[in-house]
């Protein structure tokens, strides 16, 4: 059914019923729906611009958000699952020039901000788009009366997303309803939820892990939690109420604290391949959970699923899981599928992928090949049919005249005892051309490290040096930067401590 039905259905049946609590802030689906009729009405009576990039109905909107986890994002947010209109997300931690420069790009109807954000709301007026501080007055002064929500086809945009942040100008892309569609029926069973699967999601709205565990919690018609800003006490607060966890690894990691909660039944997780410690470590703290592991991309949706019981999993932990139901796998090297077990490209054929990019596309991993779909990331397929993921098109190392892929030095890595985390880079060398240099995070002396990779890859795959790093530097979306760390490799800093040989 489609999210606008089913939001229609919960504000029905239980308008009492508890759809947002965002730091404490509450909203039921009775409310909401309220909510989103006005803003509805609101919006259908801008006048239209002229959008070359997107293409929407007559009567729906295109209106930019850049608010962060501030209450107002629940009802904006909803308001594009809901309605014809399209929501585009600017991200609060791009630097102020390119929160602009995207606006301009987008050509955007309206814009939903905050108070503090007065760089963006001059550039909105210079663009002649009208700008709403969603921390004052002037939210509620804007809504309309409740007005009817008209049908919403599946073809129809309602998300444009960006696949990067601070490191690279963002690639544009525009989401159709019915990928989306497609996607919750796929991840409702994937994922075992219910209308009890009340959803604590830590991050940033504005980031596609969370806001799709936001249109998974309102389409079973639970309660989804998350907070203004991450704060282990708020976080807590919230995990209370709640019976299932939506987050990156290094915030997964962050939860995991305290006493344990029985009460956790299900954990999400995506960005990054979960290391053996945060693992055992999640099955301490929420000893009943089942950790579900996937694999994906903003550009092609769901790829792969590795569930994590108490005791077992349902792939190898060096994988990243089977394909998720309705998605199929094709491993490829110059439009070729190579034989099961040997290194290539991942292609992914399914329901969920976008037709390209609007803008930021050129040279980009993405591309189709008929039916099929990649991001450029490269990987194998096992004998069990499992998908280990390599490294990414372009980021292999080459030593010795040997192809090493990071990735995959990373996952064994990963199930070294007493690492937390590891990343693998190039550096180059004068006789090697490229030396595999190891950055990882933990206390397993050195000679323990070497030892256990050398079970697992073969001798030129080996990390050539190892250093320590204390702290990641972290991108807006909670992963390591790994340009930042490269860019520490080069130039020496004091921040990488070498371990001896």
Not at 65 to 80: E, I, K, R
Not at 415 to 443: C, I, K, M, N, Y
Request: net charge neutral.
């Amino acid at each position: 059914m489609p999210l606008r039905n089913a939001i229609d259905m919960h504000a029905r049946q239980r308008p009492d019923a508890l759809a947002f609590d965002i730091s404490g802030t509450r909203l039921t689906y009775g409310a909401l729906r309220d909510r989103i009729t006005r803003l509805h009405g609101a919006l259908a009576a801008l006048p239209t611009r002229d959008r070359p990039q997107v293409s929407l109905p007559a009567d729906a909107r295109l209106f930019a958000v850049c608010v962060g986890n501030h209450p107002a994002a629940a009802p904006l947010l909803t308001t594009a699952l809901a309605t014809p209109h399209s929501v585009a997300l600017l991200d609060p931690h791009w630097p102020d020039a390119l929160q602009q420069a995207m606006l301009a790009r987008l050509s955007a109807d309206i814009l939903f901000c905050l108070s503090s954000q007065s760089a963006l709301i001059d550039a909105a007026t210079r663009l002649n788009i009208p700008a709403i501080p969603v921390d004052t007055g002037a939210f509620d002064a804007f809504l309309a009366a409740p007005t009817p929500i008209p049908w919403t086809q599946p073809a129809d945009t309602f998300l444009v997303g960006f696949t990067s942040g601070t490191t690279s100008r963002p690639k544009a892309f525009a989401r159709a309803r019915q990928s989306w569609r497609a996607s919750l029926d796929a991840s409702r069973a994937a994922f075992a939820l219910t209308e009890h699967s009340h959803t604590f999601a830590p991050g940033p709205l504005a980031h596609g892990i969370s806001l799709y565990a936001m249109a998974e919690t309102l389409d079973l018609g639970a309660a989804f939690h998350a907070v203004t800003r991450f704060d282990l006490a708020s976080a807590q607060r919230a995990l209370r109420e709640t019976r299932r966890i939506v987050a990156v690894p290094t915030l997964l990691g962050a939860l995991a604290h305290g006493d344990p909660l029985d009460h956790i039944a299900e954990i999400t997780t995506a960005g990054a391949k979960l290391d053996t410690a945060l693992l055992d470590k999640a099955r301490h703290y929420f000893p009943r959970a089942r950790v579900h592991e996937y694999y994906g991309a903003s550009e092609l949706g769901f790829v792969s699923v590795n569930t994590h019981g108490p005791h077992s999993s349902s792939a190898p932990a060096h994988s990243v899981g089977h394909p998720f139901p309705h998605v199929s796998l094709s491993i490829r090297q110059n439009g070729r599928e190579v034989p099961q077990g040997h290194p290539g490209t991942i292609f992914v054929r399914g329901d969920l992928a976008i037709d390209g990019y609007l803008w930021g596309g050129h040279n980009s991993g993405f591309r189709r090949e008929g039916p099929w779909a990649t991001v450029g990331d490269v990987g194998r397929l096992n004998t069990d049919g499992s998908l280990s993921l390599l490294g990414r098109e372009g980021g292999m190392v080459i030593t010795s005249g040997h192809n090493v892929y990071p990735q995959e030095i990373e996952t064994a890595l990963a199930q070294v005892p007493g690492l937390s985390g590891a990343v693998v880079l190039g550096h180059a060398h004068p006789t090697r051309g490229q030396e595999v240099v190891a950055l990882v995070q933990g206390t397993t002396p050195l000679d323990e490290i070497r030892a256990r990779l050398a079970l697992h890859l073969p001798r030129y795959k080996l990390p050539r040096r190892f250093y320590r790093v204390a702290h990641w530097p972290l991108t807006s979306s909670g992963k390591p930067d790994r340009a930042a760390l490269q860019s520490w490799l080069d130039l020496g800093d004091d921040r990488l401590v070498s371990l001896a040989a």
